[in-house]
């Protein structure tokens, strides 16, 4: 088991090096198939680790690479730990980014930078895995910066474009400012817990007083609306569309912004310490939910109405963070994982259709042109709007049901925020593949093609999985299903759901009217049209002015101090400083220099004077 | 009984401080070299007077050295104001100010 | 009260020299020429002899009179002559500020320090007669000659060296530039 966990995480680290050693000569194929072999590898070494896990008795297996910081009380090995949560945090990671990759392998075909694309990716692969196997706090800091990196790498990887290399700072900006959340909940823990690793922290979780563990909640709910966009740090999630649709379906789709809700997931025990935390938790994750999805009905580019789509449901993933749901949060993070991924690439075979148009205003019936992307994503639509029996329908509902078993006012909010989701997703479907064809100019009279094998045979295999996800965690089998699994790292043992029958199917049913709903209202108000100012409110296309709001508040502010530092502190105060003392130092020794008048006579005086002084401590000594 | 040595020790020492005003006072060479022979017979007085109060010779003996010295000094020391006055034809230290800051 | 502890003539002696020496170095600092200046020095070497003999320096009193008063204060009034500057000097402007003020201060301190050491304190420690116990009189030349040519004789060959040495250097610092010798031998 160590070598394979070993070998899971550093496959992609390997395919890294041997993109990279080989030079700027290496072809496309070979590099493309390097990359994606390395993580497929690693795909099936994480299956082949989850039949080793569920074989054995006790199911954390810790595997010890080598002591990294012995410093003092504080001991942080490099170590891996594997449990269920990080097996499947594993599977759908490696799985996903490998059909990526493959997907990748198409849609740059061409690009100059073909090789640099491939490095950033698997080295992004390799941070992540890092993430989620890390055993200890400072390793998954590692991790996590190494997927910020790379993150700004790849948005601002078409660096020549104003805009995408200001999206790729302001992606990594927003990171770092969540981090400070993340490294002040590792110094309240070491504080209190005197200890790092994970299984040490959980044991003595218990001893945190609710005033710690509190603050170290809001700690770590700072460093994940950081990197998962949740308000008030998302602002960057939508600028990071500037990045190649690849890199939005794997990054800012399936794993990065995940990567937040892994974290509070994995510090679970230090939740259950916190009541007020985890209410902040699910009112940040509900607020998100439905602002971000409000937003998303007015966006005009299909990327950036996917791209608050996400931030909606990671919104519903922090939602069932908060009320404890902690199962269901990651069941939702891989059933989305499968739709939102799979989204990502059919909107990125429809503008690699389109020669790169982006704008919905420039599309529609496309249903007949694209057999494969069609299909595919009229599936992905079906599940992430909620409609049974997809995926997308029994992970939501999972989580709108053990919210309404908690927190009755953001079940609402949560309702509210599944209507507009199936209203967003309906118009875009029907904005895109129905309706009149927009696209003639843009594609100069010719008709769009089908994509290549290696882009659709992903969207095929992602479709399958968007369809049949749901049997992951039906809710009536629950000990073989994934919350069985995943419930026992949380400390819960695994007991039938706490609702009466009765008030499960009615949850359901009322998930169902609210799909069924947003779905007619798309459909009404978007045959024909392709623009509708009242239905497309601009407060809602300007993100609600959020990010007016904060460059009128941070951004001129700080920029102004910036400058007035540069003009008036940095010359008078600093430099003045600096050259004071050497003027100083001038001046006072131009007036010791008088002193040498050149006038025996006075050197003689001095002598005398000298002498005077000598005498009189000595009588003054006699005495 | 001869006078008490501490009267021979205050006139030295009077002697003494006579040289030393004029020799800070006085701007030509050749006075101040005159006061300086004024303060080393003020030391030469104490010398001896130590002398007769110790009833040791060798106090006379150092004094003897002193006045071999001070001759070599003044001999070497007139030479350098003969020079100096042959640039200057002033015998003023005051104009020899030339090593300043 | 003094007249009774101590012989008159002792006094009288003291006395003199005391007066001989403070006329003359009162004369030395003050006087505008420096021949007078000279001759003042004189005085006070003459009364610093005095104070020798009185305190049975005899040999070293004849040597003041013969070196100090004959040879060194005769060298000087060569100088004085040879450069001409037997003129009266300014002496009532001070071009240094402060200069006198200080000098005056400095030089009282340092003399009101020294005598307040001297009366207030038996500072005569030294252990007596290491050499040799004083012979007054006739002997004293005998002892002084023996005690220069046998404990101190490294110095006193120091100080023959030295003679040796300034007599040199003064020859070389007074002599004039030999500029024009080429043509003055060619002519």
């Known amino acids: 088991m160590a070598h394979v966990a070993t070998l899971i995480l550093l496959m992609p680290l390997v395919g890294f090096f041997a993109v990279v050693m080989n030079g700027a000569g290496l072809k496309e194929r070979f590099v493309g198939v390097i990359a994606t072999g390395a993580v497929a590898v690693s795909f099936v070494l994480s299956v082949v680790a989850l039949v080793l896990l569920l074989h054995h008795s006790n199911r954390e297996i810790t595997v010890r690479l080598f002591d990294w910081i012995p410093v003092g009380t504080l001991h942080v090995p490099a170590a891996l730990l594997v449990d269920p949560l990080s097996i499947t945090m594993c599977l759908f990671v490696t799985g996903v980014s490998a059909l990526i990759h493959l997907y990748s392998i198409g849609y740059m075909r061409g690009e100059k930078d073909f090789r640099k694309f491939f490095l950033y990716l698997n080295l992004f692969v390799f941070s992540m895995l890092l993430l989620v196997l890390a055993n200890n706090l400072p390793l998954t800091f590692v991790g996590w910066e190494g997927v910020g990196a790379c993150s700004y790498w790849l948005v601002s990887y078409y660096f020549t474009r104003d805009s995408a290399a200001s999206a790729g700072k302001k992606a990594f900006l927003y990171n770092r400012v969540g981090d400070v959340g993340l490294l002040l909940a590792m110094f309240l823990i070491f504080g209190h817990a005197h200890t790092l690793t994970y299984l040490n922290v959980f044991h003595v979780a218990g001893t945190l007083s609710p005033t710690v563990a509190t603050l170290t909640v809001l700690a770590l709910l700072l460093g994940a609306t950081g990197k998962s966009a949740q308000i008030p740090l998302f602002n960057w999630l939508p600028d990071a569309m500037e990045g190649p649709t690849p890199v939005s379906a794997l990054i800012h789709a399936a794993t990065m ?122 599936v992905a639509w079906l599940s992430i709007s909620g409609i049974p029996p997809f995926s997308g329908f029994f992970a939501k509902g999972d989580v709108l049901t053990k919210v309404f078993e908690h927190n009755k006012p953001l079940w609402v909010l949560g309702v509210l925020t599944a209507i507009l989701t199936a209203y967003y997703m309906s118009r875009l479907f029907v904005l895109t593949f129905r309706g009149t064809e927009r696209f003639r100019e843009v594609t100069k ?173 000595l009588v003054a000594k006699v005495h | 009984m001869n006078v008490p040595a501490s009267w021979y020790l205050v006139l030295a020492a009077v002697l003494f401080g006579v040289g030393a005003f004029g020799l800070l006072t006085r701007r030509s060479a050749l006075i101040m070299f005159m006061c300086l022979e004024l303060m080393l017979n003020a030391v030469n007085l104490t010398f001896v007077t130590f002398s007769r109060t110790l009833s040791d010779i060798s106090g006379q003996a150092s004094v003897f050295f002193v006045m071999v010295v001070a001759a070599a000094e003044v001999t070497v020391g007139l030479g350098i104001v003969v020079a100096v006055f042959r640039r200057r034809s002033s015998t003023s230290v005051d104009e020899l100010s030339e090593l300043k800051g | 009260m003094v007249a009774a502890t101590y012989a008159v003539p002792a006094i009288l002696v003291f006395v003199t020299s005391a007066l001989l020496i403070l006329a003359g170095a009162v004369g030395v600092i003050s006087v505008k020429n420096p021949v007078h200046a000279a001759i003042c020095l004189i005085m006070t070497l003459f009364g610093v002899a005095v104070a020798f003999v009185a305190q049975s320096a005899d040999f070293l009193a004849a040597v003041q009179i013969i070196v100090y008063a004959g040879a060194i204060v005769v060298l ?92 040199v250097g003064a020859v070389l610092l007074a002599r004039r530039e030999r500029a024009t010798t080429e043509e003055e031998v060619n002519a």
């Open chain 1, 445 to 617: 009279g010719h008709d769009p093609h089908e994509s290549p094998w290696v882009m659709t045979l992903p969207l095929v295999v992602l479709a399958v999985l968007s369809v049949l996800g749901g049997l992951l965690n039906l809710p009536w089998a629950h000990s073989s299903s994934l919350a069985g699994f995943l419930d026992p790292t949380f400390g819960f043992v695994p007991a039938v759901a706490t609702s009466s029958t009765v008030a499960l199917w009615g949850l359901a049913l009322v998930d169902v009217v609210a799909a069924v709903l947003g779905l007619l209202a798309a459909f009404s108000i978007w045959r024909g049209v392709s623009e509708s100012p009242r239905f497309e409110s601009s407060f809602f296309e300007h993100v609600w002015h959020w990010d007016d709001f904060y460059d009128d508040v941070i951004g001129r502010p700080l920029t102004r101090a910036a400058q007035y530092s540069d003009d008036v502190i940095e010359p008078k105060v600093l430099d003045g400083a600096v050259t004071g003392v050497a003027v100083a130092t001038r001046r006072s020794a131009e007036g010791l220099r008088k002193v040498q008048s050149g006038f025996v006579r006075q050197y003689a005086l001095a002598m005398v004077l000298g002498v005077a002084v000598i005498i009189v401590y």
């Open chain 1, 257 to 378: 912004v995940t990567a937040g809700v892994y974290l509070l997931v994995r510090m679970s025990p230090v939740l259950t310490m916190s009541p007020d935390g985890r209410a902040t938790i699910a009112i940040i994750g509900g607020a998100t939910a439905f602002v971000a999805a409000t937003i998303a009905t007015a966006q005009k580019d299909i990327k950036k109405v996917l791209a608050f789509s996400t931030v909606s449901q990671i919104g519903y993933m922090v939602l069932a963070v908060g009320v404890g749901a902690y199962s269901a949060a990651i069941f939702l993070m891989v059933a989305h994982a499968f739709y939102k991924a799979l989204l990502f690439l059919g909107a990125g075979s429809v503008i690699h259709s389109l020669n790169g148009e982006q704008d919905l205003r420039k599309m529609g019936g496309l249903q007949k042109y694209l057999p494969l992307t069609f299909p595919t994503f009229l």
């Open chain 3, 76 to 167: 000087f009034l060569f100088v004085i002559m040879f450069l001409g500057v037997d003129r009266n000097m300014h002496v009532s402007v001070e071009p240094l500020v402060g200069q006198r003020a200080f000098a005056a201060a400095g030089v009282v301190i340092t003399v009101a320090g020294l005598i307040t050491l001297m009366a207030t304190s038996h500072w005569v420690t030294g252990a007596t007669s290491v050499t040799g116990k004083l012979v007054t009189g006739n002997g004293n030349v005998k002892q002084l000659g023996t005690a220069v040519f046998t404990t101190y004789l490294f110095a006193f060959e120091a100080t023959a060296a030295l003679l040796i040495i300034a007599v």
